[in-house]
């Protein structure tokens, strides 16, 4: 069987998947709209934990968060399933197929056949809709792809019981309750003011801090650890920035189309504006790219080269709590 | 980002044949989508980092031919997978995993717990016994 169901490629996949499958129930929700109501800029700075032989950083919160809190703000309830028995998973999924409801899945990444094999990694939290079925092989909505791909059973069995950090048991998930009308509004409001909160939070591992602390470091990693290691740190920070389905500039200019959308829907021209600042907030943040893979790419760059990196880095922390400071106001 | 500056560097992304949607500001201020080719800044990092597990595939394939450690740590990085990952699939505590890097102790691992390291590397036990090519 198949559903009518409308794939459409979004810049990350938990947006893409939450916007397709709204779409999908009638309810007009944008990628960027699902992103900044689930409050999806982030930045975290986790120097004790190790993602590919580097410290982790995050421009986006715990995987399934924004998915979570998009919901909650609009009053949608979602039916989640986890399983331990692969067989299990299989047959409930098949049935919710039968019902003609399309269905999200958590996958690991790493054996999706579709993917080229550079960005197959062991990365547990990805999201794709499956919209149908015919004979052994289901067809798949993955938000991050151009058009609509598919996978056989046991293809399918294999990214849903993917095993480490984050490892989906299965879980698939679909909205069974929806308000006569999403409260947009409220659910704006709240969103912008958790994200300020987030961005502006005492700690000093997120937000402007969490940047801040990010930049120190940054100085000091020549010294420490060596040129080769740091090469590879900026490495993975820029591609934490630019690669993991954010849209570029680490979700920057995803949240600019949000706030574009926010200024018309709530009547207020003066979000156009914070539109355009975080838009050239964002075009800084690739400038930082730019100079960070102008190090790791001669090795024998000049030695302050990482103290011009760092110090840009700190332009937009300050760039930043100056920008979320005012929203805040703006919103209350 | 404007939307003609969107990256088209045609990197890693095309010879896959597959595109990223960004978000870019069209001529009228409007936010727009536009699919990109590809980034060459960040496809050098991720090339860089794929070099670097290249690296220690190499580095683990030689101790492990100079009987230095056993096949599995080489066959772990191939996987591209960290002792997380691979203890998750293993069902096995991380530290009796790094027993048995030790050649000694791989040497008298019984077929069964050979035939769950096989079955998690897509290989054959006579594979994962042997790497000299």
């Known amino acids: 069987m198949e559903i009518d169901f409308k794939h459409k490629q979004s810049a990350h996949c938990e947006n893409g998947v939450i916007s397709n499958l709204l779409i999908h129930n009638g309810y007009n929700v944008s990628e960027p709209l699902a992103f900044g109501i689930g409050s999806g800029l982030f930045f975290v700075y986790l120097p004790f934990l190790k993602v590919n032989l580097a410290p982790a950083i995050s421009f986006r919160p715990m995987p399934g968060i924004i998915f979570k809190r998009l919901c909650k703000r609009l009053d949608i309830k979602i039916k989640r399933q986890k399983f331990r028995n692969p067989t299990a998973a299989k047959t409930t999924l098949d049935q919710m197929l039968q019902k003609n409801i399309p269905v999200g899945l958590q996958v690991g990444v790493y054996n999706l056949t579709y993917f080229p094999d550079e960005y197959r990694f062991h990365f547990n939290a990805h999201n794709l809709v499956v919209y149908g079925k015919k004979n052994d092989t289901y067809l798949i909505s993955d938000p991050i792809m151009e058009h609509v791909t598919t996978l056989t059973t046991p293809e399918l069995e294999k990214v849903r019981f993917a095993k480490g950090t984050f490892a989906p048991k299965g879980q698939m998930y679909y909205p069974i309750y929806f308000p006569e009308k999403l409260p947009l509004e409220k659910a704006i409001k709240k969103a912008i003011k958790a994200t300020c909160r987030d961005m502006l939070a005492p700690i000093p591992l997120v937000g402007v801090k969490g940047m801040r602390t990010v930049a120190k470091a940054i100085k000091k990693w020549p010294k420490k650890i060596g040129v080769k290691k740091t090469n590879h740190y900026l490495g993975q920070i820029v591609r934490m920035q630019e690669e993991i389905g954010t849209g570029g500039g680490g979700f920057r200019f995803i949240y600019g189309a949000f706030l574009q959308e926010v200024a018309e829907i709530l009547n207020k021209p003066i979000f156009e504006e914070f539109s355009k600042e975080i838009t050239a907030i964002g075009d800084l943040w690739r400038d930082f790219a730019i100079d960070a893979s102008r190090l790791y790419k001669n090795r024998s760059s000049e030695s302050d080269g990482y103290e011009k990196v760092a110090n840009k880095l700190l332009i937009l922390a300050d760039k930043e709590e100056d920008f979320f400071k005012r929203l805040k106001k703006a919103i209350a | ?133």
């Open chain 2, 1 to 133: 980002m404007d939307i003609k500056d969107v990256p088209q560097d045609v990197g890693g992304l095309a010879n896959a044949n597959m595109k990223e949607l960004c978000y870019a500001v069209d001529k009228d201020g409007k936010y727009a989508t536009k699919l990109s080719d590809g980034w060459d800044v960040k496809t050098l990092a991720l090339n860089k980092s794929l070099e670097l597990i290249e690296e220690r595939i190499q580095e683990f394939k030689t101790q492990c031919l100079n009987g230095e450690i056993s096949t599995i740590p080489y066959y772990m990085e191939l996987n591209r997978m960290d002792l997380t990952v691979l203890a998750d699939y293993m069902n096995k505590w991380k530290w009796t995993l790094k027993r048995h890097f030790k050649p000694s102790v791989f040497k008298k691992l019984s077929e069964k717990t050979l035939q769950k390291y096989a079955d998690t590397f897509n290989i054959s036990i006579a594979q994962l016994k042997d790497i000299t090519p």
